[in-house]
């Protein structure tokens, strides 16, 4: 498996942007299905977006559709969401993961929430103020 380690979160105020990366180590991440998700405590883990092995196909929850960009580069073994116009309601524990599986059917699963990724890291905390 790959280790994920995040990094970016901070605050913010509502409006402006983040920019969230994540770094794999150990497993060939070129092959990895990769997603972000987020928590609110007392709250489900919550979808936020996810894209396939080459960067050819993403996805995102309605919530963020428009606002937040996810992007990979297999040579650095990073992978990294933009988060732009900024609400109050984003604030939450940002969580990066990875799966080797990487087909459609999957990643659409990942997102219809049939599936889970395997792979997590431990969270960075993003915090929109009003």
């Known amino acids: 498996h790959v280790q994920l380690v995040e990094s970016g979160g901070g605050l913010v105020q509502a409006g402006g942007s983040l920019r969230l990366s994540c770094e794999a180590s150990g497993d060939t991440f070129s092959n990895y299905a990769m997603g972000w998700y987020r928590q609110v405590p007392g709250k489900e883990r919550e979808f936020v977006a996810i894209?396939?092995?080459?960067?050819?196909?993403?996805y995102y929850a309605d919530s963020v559709k428009g606002r937040f960009t996810i992007s990979r580069d297999n040579t650095k073994r990073t992978v990294v969401l933009q988060m732009n116009s900024l609400k109050p309601e984003d604030t939450a524990v940002y969580y990066c993961?990875?799966?080797?599986?990487?087909?459609?059917?999957?990643?659409?699963?990942?997102?219809?929430?049939?599936?889970?990724?395997?792979?997590w890291g431990k969270g960075t905390l993003v915090t929109v103020s009003s």
């Open positions: 894209i396939n092995w080459s960067g050819d196909t993403t």
């Open positions: 993961a990875g799966d080797p599986r990487s087909g459609g059917p999957f990643i659409r699963a990942v997102v219809a929430g049939s599936r889970g990724l395997d792979v």
